[in-house]
């Protein structure tokens, strides 16, 4: 079945550092990825999205582009704030059986230090 | 526009016991979508309503958990009777369409002792 497979952390960076977590995926056909998002205290929140191959999600100074032939996802972003500080998910959808259920990876929390 | 609510925010409960959640989507929105995180581990897909309908209910893990979505608007997972391992944060999403984003509440936090 699918899967997705992301850095475990936490994640502890000084501001205007350089943002980069990995996000692996396995799945049958062409899956749409993402990247959601969760402020402390908040839902999760999509960040950002590629629906095909070598397509570039960004939002917010945030990047991923979907690589196909490495199977990635990596989310980056080169000046980190301190208001970053959150838990990024690495997710999935593929079609299968008719439902588009999201996939998720297991999070990686990340701190901005002033 | 209103985003997707759940309630409560939080329910600590002893095992055995019964507890009801609750999830308004977003209005108009037909798909509904429920996902639990387990402490430390993976956000997993628990069931997807189109309209009141259960579309696809594969990733609820027995038959203590029990969702319905009458009428088509909210919808509510009742755990019954809670066990220890039911411990978690349960998401609820909602999206327009079956390609749509999907949209999440704010989760409810669940503690069982």
């Known amino acids: 079945g699918n899967s997705v497979t992301q850095m475990e952390g936490p994640v502890t960076l000084s501001e205007e550092a350089f943002l980069t977590i990995n996000c692996t995926y396995t799945?049958?056909?062409?899956?749409?990825l993402f990247w959601y998002v969760q402020y402390p205290g908040e839902g999760l929140q999509l960040l950002l999205k590629a629906t095909k191959a070598d397509d570039k999600g960004s939002n917010k100074g945030f990047e991923a582009t979907y690589r196909k032939e490495t199977t990635s996802f990596h989310l980056e972003k080169g000046s980190v704030q301190v208001s970053d500080s959150a838990v990024y998910f690495c997710?999935?959808?593929?079609?299968?059986?008719?439902?588009?259920?999201?996939?998720f990876g297991k999070g990686t929390k990340l701190t901005v230090n002033p | 526009e209103a985003g997707v609510t759940q309630f409560p925010s939080h329910s600590v409960i002893e095992k055995g016991q019964t507890v009801t959640l609750r999830c308004d989507p977003i209005?108009?929105?037909?798909?509904l979508y429920w996902y639990r995180r387990v402490m430390g581990k993976e956000i997993k897909f628990l069931l997807h309503?189109?309209?009141?309908?259960?579309?696809?209910e594969s990733g609820m893990p027995n038959n203590r958990f029990l969702a319905e979505r009458t009428g088509g608007t909210y919808s509510t997972l009742k755990v019954q009777p809670a066990e220890l391992e039911d411990s978690g944060v349960y998401f609820c999403?909602?999206?327009?369409?079956?390609?749509?984003?999907?949209?999440f509440g704010p989760g409810t936090r669940l503690t069982v002792t």
């Open positions: 997710a999935l959808v593929g079609a299968q059986g008719g439902s588009e259920k999201l996939v």
């Open positions: 799945a049958t056909g062409y899956p749409s």
């Open positions: 309503f189109v309209k009141e309908s259960k579309q696809d």
């Open positions: 209005s108009g929105h037909d798909n």
């Open positions: 999403a909602s999206s327009p369409d079956r390609v749509g984003e999907q949209y």
